[in-house]
Protein backbone atom coordinates (compact mmCIF):
# COMPACT_ATOMS: atom_id res chain seq x y z
CA UNK A 1 0.00 0.00 0.00
CA UNK A 2 1.12 3.21 -0.91
CA UNK A 3 -0.36 7.12 0.28
CA UNK A 4 0.75 9.62 -2.39
CA UNK A 5 1.61 13.22 -1.63
CA UNK A 6 1.36 16.26 -4.32
CA UNK A 7 4.69 18.54 -3.44
CA UNK A 8 4.34 20.12 -6.67
CA UNK A 9 4.56 23.73 -7.40
CA UNK A 10 0.94 23.35 -9.11
CA UNK A 11 -0.97 21.44 -9.40
CA UNK A 12 -1.43 20.99 -5.53
CA UNK A 13 -3.29 19.35 -3.19
CA UNK A 14 -7.00 19.91 -3.66
CA UNK A 15 -9.24 20.28 -0.11
CA UNK A 16 -11.66 17.65 0.60
CA UNK A 17 -14.56 20.15 0.81
CA UNK A 18 -13.79 21.15 -3.22
CA UNK A 19 -13.39 17.46 -3.99
CA UNK A 20 -17.10 16.73 -2.52
CA UNK A 21 -18.55 20.61 -4.25
CA UNK A 22 -17.15 18.95 -7.48
CA UNK A 23 -19.38 15.45 -7.15
CA UNK A 24 -22.43 17.51 -6.87
CA UNK A 25 -24.82 17.11 -9.57
CA UNK A 26 -23.85 19.56 -12.49
CA UNK A 27 -26.02 22.52 -12.90
CA UNK A 28 -26.68 24.97 -15.68
CA UNK A 29 -24.59 27.96 -16.23
CA UNK A 30 -27.30 30.46 -17.43
CA UNK A 31 -29.62 30.07 -14.20
CA UNK A 32 -29.81 32.13 -11.15
CA UNK A 33 -28.71 29.12 -8.73
CA UNK A 34 -25.07 29.30 -10.30
CA UNK A 35 -25.43 33.38 -10.88
CA UNK A 36 -25.07 33.82 -7.08
CA UNK A 37 -22.13 31.34 -6.68
CA UNK A 38 -20.51 33.05 -9.74
CA UNK A 39 -21.09 36.78 -7.76
CA UNK A 40 -19.94 34.78 -4.86
CA UNK A 41 -17.02 33.66 -6.20
CA UNK A 42 -16.39 36.62 -7.82
CA UNK A 43 -16.78 38.80 -4.66
CA UNK A 44 -13.84 36.49 -3.00
CA UNK A 45 -11.29 36.56 -5.85
CA UNK A 46 -11.63 40.29 -5.16
CA UNK A 47 -10.76 40.08 -1.24
CA UNK A 48 -7.40 37.52 -2.15
CA UNK A 49 -6.29 39.94 -5.48
CA UNK A 50 -7.08 42.72 -3.01
CA UNK A 51 -8.57 45.02 -5.48
CA UNK A 52 -11.60 46.72 -5.81
CA UNK A 53 -11.67 46.13 -9.49
CA UNK A 54 -13.46 43.26 -10.96
CA UNK A 55 -11.55 39.71 -11.11
CA UNK A 56 -12.42 38.07 -14.97
CA UNK A 57 -12.29 34.34 -14.80
CA UNK A 58 -11.36 32.52 -17.74
CA UNK A 59 -11.91 28.61 -18.52
CA UNK A 60 -7.99 28.13 -19.77
CA UNK A 61 -5.10 27.53 -17.76
CA UNK A 62 -2.95 30.46 -16.12
CA UNK A 63 -1.58 30.76 -19.62
CA UNK A 64 -4.37 32.14 -21.44
CA UNK A 65 -4.96 35.25 -18.78
CA UNK A 66 -1.31 35.61 -19.77
CA UNK A 67 -2.10 35.94 -23.44
CA UNK A 68 -5.14 37.65 -22.30
CA UNK A 69 -3.02 40.87 -20.64
CA UNK A 70 -0.92 40.74 -23.86
CA UNK A 71 -4.07 41.19 -26.71
CA UNK A 72 -5.66 43.17 -25.14
CA UNK A 73 -3.32 45.80 -23.41
CA UNK A 74 -1.60 46.74 -26.23
CA UNK A 75 -1.23 46.97 -30.42
CA UNK A 76 1.18 45.71 -32.87
CA UNK A 77 4.17 47.75 -32.87
CA UNK A 78 3.93 48.61 -29.32
CA UNK A 79 6.98 48.13 -26.99
CA UNK A 80 6.87 45.96 -23.66
CA UNK A 81 9.45 45.54 -21.10
CA UNK A 82 9.63 41.83 -20.82
CA UNK A 83 11.44 40.48 -17.24
CA UNK A 84 12.91 37.57 -17.85
CA UNK A 85 14.47 35.11 -15.20
CA UNK A 86 13.59 31.86 -16.04
CA UNK A 87 11.08 30.17 -17.61
CA UNK A 88 8.02 31.58 -17.27
CA UNK A 89 9.38 35.17 -17.22
CA UNK A 90 9.95 34.30 -20.75
CA UNK A 91 6.64 33.16 -21.67
CA UNK A 92 5.75 37.12 -21.71
CA UNK A 93 8.33 37.58 -24.28
CA UNK A 94 7.18 34.38 -26.13
CA UNK A 95 3.52 36.61 -26.26
CA UNK A 96 4.59 39.16 -27.64
CA UNK A 97 6.03 37.99 -30.04
CA UNK A 98 3.06 36.12 -30.94
CA UNK A 99 1.26 39.81 -31.23
CA UNK A 100 3.55 41.85 -32.90
CA UNK A 101 4.67 43.28 -29.79
CA UNK A 102 8.52 44.63 -29.41
CA UNK A 103 9.73 43.05 -26.50
CA UNK A 104 12.45 45.04 -24.88
CA UNK A 105 13.74 42.45 -22.33
CA UNK A 106 15.31 42.98 -19.18
CA UNK A 107 17.35 39.30 -17.84
CA UNK A 108 17.95 38.39 -14.30
CA UNK A 109 20.34 35.92 -13.84
CA UNK A 110 18.14 32.26 -12.97
CA UNK A 111 18.34 32.14 -9.67
CA UNK A 112 18.20 35.59 -8.52
CA UNK A 113 15.74 38.73 -9.06
CA UNK A 114 15.48 41.35 -11.27
CA UNK A 115 16.86 44.88 -9.69
CA UNK A 116 13.70 46.88 -9.78
CA UNK A 117 16.39 49.84 -11.23
CA UNK A 118 17.09 48.01 -14.25
CA UNK A 119 13.10 48.31 -15.20
CA UNK A 120 12.96 52.21 -14.51
CA UNK A 121 16.09 52.88 -15.88
CA UNK A 122 14.27 51.25 -19.21
CA UNK A 123 11.25 53.11 -18.44
CA UNK A 124 13.41 56.26 -18.19
CA UNK A 125 15.21 55.70 -21.66
CA UNK A 126 11.64 55.31 -23.64
CA UNK A 127 8.12 57.00 -22.59
CA UNK A 128 6.57 55.13 -25.73
CA UNK A 129 6.73 51.90 -23.71
CA UNK A 130 3.10 50.81 -23.22
CA UNK A 131 3.49 48.18 -20.54
CA UNK A 132 5.70 46.11 -18.42
CA UNK A 133 5.72 41.98 -17.88
CA UNK A 134 7.22 40.49 -15.04
CA UNK A 135 6.64 37.51 -12.37
CA UNK A 136 5.81 37.56 -8.54
CA UNK A 137 7.02 34.00 -8.30
CA UNK A 138 9.33 32.48 -10.73
CA UNK A 139 8.15 28.56 -10.49
CA UNK A 140 11.05 27.30 -12.30
CA UNK A 141 13.29 29.03 -10.30
CA UNK A 142 11.60 29.73 -6.50
CA UNK A 143 12.45 33.44 -6.96
CA UNK A 144 10.72 36.66 -5.30
CA UNK A 145 10.27 39.50 -7.36
CA UNK A 146 9.83 42.68 -5.47
CA UNK A 147 6.38 43.89 -7.13
CA UNK A 148 5.78 46.80 -4.74
CA UNK A 149 9.35 48.78 -5.91
CA UNK A 150 8.77 47.72 -9.92
CA UNK A 151 5.20 49.24 -9.50
CA UNK A 152 6.38 52.68 -8.44
CA UNK A 153 8.58 52.75 -11.46
CA UNK A 154 5.60 52.83 -13.69
CA UNK A 155 3.02 54.43 -11.42
CA UNK A 156 4.67 57.91 -13.38
CA UNK A 157 4.43 56.23 -16.66
CA UNK A 158 2.52 55.51 -19.09
CA UNK A 159 3.62 51.99 -19.11
CA UNK A 160 0.95 49.68 -17.10
CA UNK A 161 2.45 47.07 -14.91
CA UNK A 162 1.03 43.12 -15.62
CA UNK A 163 1.96 40.66 -13.30
CA UNK A 164 2.03 37.28 -13.24
CA UNK A 165 0.68 36.32 -10.04
CA UNK A 166 0.07 32.23 -11.16
CA UNK A 167 2.36 30.75 -8.52
CA UNK A 168 2.24 33.43 -5.90
CA UNK A 169 -1.33 34.32 -5.47
CA UNK A 170 -2.49 33.37 -2.29
CA UNK A 171 1.37 32.60 -1.17
CA UNK A 172 2.87 35.87 -1.47
CA UNK A 173 1.60 39.39 -0.65
CA UNK A 174 0.49 41.31 -3.41
CA UNK A 175 -1.27 44.49 -2.56
CA UNK A 176 -2.80 45.24 -6.28
CA UNK A 177 -4.65 47.98 -5.68
CA UNK A 178 -2.36 49.56 -2.70
CA UNK A 179 0.64 49.41 -4.50
CA UNK A 180 -0.29 50.25 -7.83
CA UNK A 181 -0.54 46.90 -9.86
CA UNK A 182 -2.32 47.49 -13.23
CA UNK A 183 -3.06 43.92 -14.18
CA UNK A 184 -2.74 40.81 -12.02
CA UNK A 185 -3.31 36.97 -13.50
CA UNK A 186 -3.45 33.88 -11.69
CA UNK A 187 -4.75 30.67 -12.16
CA UNK A 188 -6.49 27.70 -10.31
CA UNK A 189 -4.58 25.17 -9.93
CA UNK A 190 -2.05 26.44 -7.20
CA UNK A 191 -2.32 28.79 -4.24
CA UNK A 192 -6.34 28.88 -4.57
CA UNK A 193 -6.24 25.10 -4.22
CA UNK A 194 -8.84 23.77 -6.76
CA UNK A 195 -7.84 21.47 -10.25
CA UNK A 196 -6.05 23.43 -13.72
CA UNK A 197 -9.01 24.90 -15.97
CA UNK A 198 -9.56 28.54 -14.49
CA UNK A 199 -7.45 31.85 -15.21
CA UNK A 200 -8.19 34.90 -13.17
CA UNK A 201 -7.51 38.35 -14.58
CA UNK A 202 -8.23 41.84 -13.24
CA UNK A 203 -7.19 45.51 -14.50
CA UNK A 204 -7.14 49.08 -12.98
CA UNK A 205 -8.93 52.07 -13.98
CA UNK A 206 -5.40 52.77 -16.05
CA UNK A 207 -5.30 49.09 -18.12
CA UNK A 208 -8.78 48.97 -18.98
CA UNK A 209 -7.94 52.13 -21.45
CA UNK A 210 -4.85 50.32 -23.04
CA UNK A 211 -7.87 47.55 -23.58
CA UNK A 212 -10.27 50.54 -25.02
CA UNK A 213 -7.18 51.39 -27.60
CA UNK A 214 -6.01 47.69 -27.83
CA UNK A 215 -5.68 47.07 -31.70
CA UNK A 216 -4.27 43.40 -31.42
CA UNK A 217 -6.63 40.51 -32.44
CA UNK A 218 -9.14 38.75 -29.92
CA UNK A 219 -12.11 36.66 -29.66
CA UNK A 220 -11.95 34.10 -26.98
CA UNK A 221 -10.15 36.62 -24.16
CA UNK A 222 -11.67 39.60 -25.72
CA UNK A 223 -11.24 41.45 -21.97
CA UNK A 224 -14.46 43.79 -23.60
CA UNK A 225 -16.84 40.50 -23.76
CA UNK A 226 -15.90 39.36 -20.99
CA UNK A 227 -16.16 42.99 -19.20
CA UNK A 228 -19.84 42.85 -20.72
CA UNK A 229 -20.93 39.45 -19.53
CA UNK A 230 -19.40 40.44 -15.69
CA UNK A 231 -21.99 43.52 -15.14
CA UNK A 232 -24.89 40.97 -15.73
CA UNK A 233 -22.80 38.32 -13.33
CA UNK A 234 -22.47 36.20 -16.37
CA UNK A 235 -19.85 34.65 -18.61
CA UNK A 236 -19.59 35.37 -22.47
CA UNK A 237 -18.76 31.29 -23.29
CA UNK A 238 -19.75 28.51 -21.23
CA UNK A 239 -17.85 28.18 -17.78
CA UNK A 240 -16.21 25.35 -16.00
CA UNK A 241 -19.03 24.77 -13.64
CA UNK A 242 -17.63 22.55 -11.30
CA UNK A 243 -14.57 24.58 -10.75
CA UNK A 244 -16.29 27.71 -9.90
CA UNK A 245 -18.08 26.00 -7.77
CA UNK A 246 -15.15 24.67 -6.18
CA UNK A 247 -13.34 27.39 -5.96
CA UNK A 248 -16.39 28.51 -4.04
CA UNK A 249 -14.94 26.97 -1.47
CA UNK A 250 -11.41 26.82 -1.33
CA UNK A 251 -12.01 31.26 -1.60
CA UNK A 252 -14.38 30.44 1.22
CA UNK A 253 -11.23 28.48 3.17
CA UNK A 254 -9.21 31.70 2.69
CA UNK A 255 -11.22 33.79 3.96
CA UNK A 256 -12.28 32.50 6.93
CA UNK A 257 -8.79 31.87 7.66
CA UNK A 258 -7.51 35.54 6.47
CA UNK A 259 -4.75 36.84 3.91
CA UNK A 260 -2.47 37.65 6.58
CA UNK A 261 -2.45 34.16 8.55
CA UNK A 262 -2.02 32.33 5.05
CA UNK A 263 0.85 34.44 4.43
CA UNK A 264 2.44 33.64 7.33
CA UNK A 265 1.38 30.00 7.08
CA UNK A 266 3.04 29.88 3.72
CA UNK A 267 6.36 31.84 5.12
CA UNK A 268 6.98 29.63 8.14
CA UNK A 269 6.47 26.28 5.91
CA UNK A 270 9.33 28.12 3.27
CA UNK A 271 11.41 28.68 5.98
CA UNK A 272 11.12 25.17 7.41
CA UNK A 273 12.09 23.84 4.01
CA UNK A 274 14.90 26.41 3.36
CA UNK A 275 16.73 25.30 6.80
CA UNK A 276 15.85 21.64 6.37
CA UNK A 277 18.12 21.99 2.75
CA UNK A 278 20.71 23.59 4.52
CA UNK A 279 20.85 21.10 7.24
CA UNK A 280 21.04 18.17 4.73
CA UNK A 281 24.10 20.00 3.14
CA UNK A 282 22.06 20.79 0.25
CA UNK A 283 22.74 24.61 -1.80
CA UNK A 284 19.27 26.77 -2.37
CA UNK A 285 19.04 27.82 -6.10
CA UNK A 286 18.06 31.21 -5.30
CA UNK A 287 18.79 31.97 -1.40
CA UNK A 288 18.90 35.37 -1.89
CA UNK A 289 15.43 36.33 -3.14
CA UNK A 290 13.86 32.74 -2.24
CA UNK A 291 9.71 32.55 -2.60
CA UNK A 292 7.55 31.23 0.04
CA UNK A 293 5.52 29.40 -2.77
CA UNK A 294 8.06 27.03 -3.80
CA UNK A 295 11.92 26.01 -3.35
CA UNK A 296 14.31 25.15 -5.46
CA UNK A 297 16.92 23.09 -4.83
CA UNK A 298 20.32 22.51 -6.14
CA UNK A 299 20.96 18.35 -7.01
CA UNK A 300 23.93 17.46 -5.08
CA UNK A 301 27.03 16.22 -7.26
CA UNK A 302 26.66 13.03 -8.86
CA UNK A 303 22.86 12.55 -8.21
CA UNK A 304 20.33 13.72 -10.90
CA UNK A 305 17.89 15.57 -10.20
CA UNK A 306 14.99 13.90 -12.73
CA UNK A 307 16.22 10.54 -11.62
CA UNK A 308 15.57 12.08 -7.85
CA UNK A 309 11.91 13.27 -8.72
CA UNK A 310 11.24 9.58 -10.34
CA UNK A 311 12.87 7.31 -7.37
CA UNK A 312 10.75 9.93 -4.62
CA UNK A 313 7.18 9.62 -6.68
CA UNK A 314 7.72 5.62 -7.78
CA UNK A 315 8.97 4.20 -4.69
CA UNK A 316 7.58 6.55 -2.22
CA UNK A 317 4.54 7.84 -3.51
CA UNK A 318 5.40 12.02 -3.09
CA UNK A 319 5.61 14.05 -6.02
CA UNK A 320 7.80 16.89 -6.14
CA UNK A 321 9.16 18.75 -9.56
CA UNK A 322 12.42 18.66 -11.52
CA UNK A 323 13.93 21.23 -13.38
CA UNK A 324 12.99 23.12 -15.98
CA UNK A 325 14.57 24.20 -19.43
CA UNK A 326 18.64 24.96 -18.46
CA UNK A 327 17.64 23.23 -14.71
CA UNK A 328 16.57 19.85 -16.12
CA UNK A 329 18.50 17.54 -13.80
CA UNK A 330 20.11 19.97 -11.73
CA UNK A 331 17.42 21.08 -9.33
CA UNK A 332 14.61 19.74 -7.82
CA UNK A 333 11.43 21.79 -6.40
CA UNK A 334 9.20 21.44 -3.40
CA UNK A 335 5.99 23.18 -2.99
CA UNK A 336 4.59 24.60 0.32
CA UNK A 337 2.06 26.35 -1.19
CA UNK A 338 -2.01 25.93 -1.07
CA UNK A 339 -3.54 23.27 0.94
CA UNK A 340 0.48 21.91 2.01
CA UNK A 341 0.20 21.46 5.29
CA UNK A 342 3.44 20.81 8.25
CA UNK A 343 2.88 17.31 8.04
CA UNK A 344 3.45 17.27 4.26
CA UNK A 345 6.55 19.49 4.51
CA UNK A 346 7.50 17.06 7.32
CA UNK A 347 7.01 13.99 5.09
CA UNK A 348 8.35 15.27 2.29
CA UNK A 349 11.90 15.79 3.73
CA UNK A 350 12.09 12.80 5.74
CA UNK A 351 11.49 10.85 2.09
CA UNK A 352 14.59 13.17 0.29
CA UNK A 353 16.38 12.42 3.21
CA UNK A 354 15.79 8.45 2.31
CA UNK A 355 15.88 8.41 -1.75
CA UNK A 356 19.13 10.90 -1.79
CA UNK A 357 20.74 8.24 0.87
CA UNK A 358 19.84 5.43 -1.39
CA UNK A 359 21.26 7.03 -4.76
CA UNK A 360 24.64 7.50 -2.76
CA UNK A 361 24.37 10.60 -0.94
CA UNK A 362 26.43 11.18 1.95
CA UNK A 363 24.45 13.15 4.53
CA UNK A 364 22.36 12.48 7.60
CA UNK A 365 18.99 11.81 6.54
CA UNK A 366 17.21 12.63 10.23
CA UNK A 367 18.77 16.24 10.47
CA UNK A 368 16.40 17.67 7.57
CA UNK A 369 13.57 16.67 9.67
CA UNK A 370 15.02 17.54 13.04
CA UNK A 371 16.20 21.97 11.10
CA UNK A 372 12.24 21.62 10.22
CA UNK A 373 10.65 20.92 13.35
CA UNK A 374 12.39 23.40 14.96
CA UNK A 375 11.06 26.03 12.94
CA UNK A 376 7.62 24.63 13.04
CA UNK A 377 7.81 24.57 16.85
CA UNK A 378 9.05 28.46 16.68
CA UNK A 379 6.03 29.13 14.62
CA UNK A 380 2.98 26.93 16.07
CA UNK A 381 1.44 30.11 17.98
CA UNK A 382 1.43 32.08 14.60
CA UNK A 383 0.45 29.56 12.13
CA UNK A 384 -1.99 26.67 12.64
CA UNK A 385 -1.36 23.32 11.80
CA UNK A 386 -3.65 23.06 9.06
CA UNK A 387 -5.00 25.40 6.03
Known amino acids: ??????????????????????????????????????????????????????????TSSGTGAMEAAVCNL?????????????????RWTELCKA???????????????????????????????????????????GVLTDIRAIAQATKGHNAVLAVDAISGLGAEEIKTDEWGVDCVVSGSQKGLMIPPGLAF??????????????????????????????????????????????????????????????????????????????????????????????TAVCAPEGIDGEKLVKHMRDKYGVGIAGGQAELKGKVFRIAHMGYITQTDILTTIAVLGMALAEMGYRGEPGVGVEAAEEVLLEGRDRAPAQP
Open 1 to 58: MKKTYLMTPGPTPVPPQALLAMAEPIIHHRTPEFMAIFKETCDLLKYVFQTQNDVITF
Open 74 to 90: LSPGDKAICVQGGKFGE
Open 99 to 141: YGITPIVVDAKWGTAVDPKAVEAELKKDASIQAVFTTLCETST
Open 201 to 294: ISLSKKAWEKVEKSKCPKYYFSLKKARKAIESTDTPFTPAISLVIALRETLRMMKNEGLDVIFNRHKILALATRKAMEAMGLKLFAPAAPSNGV
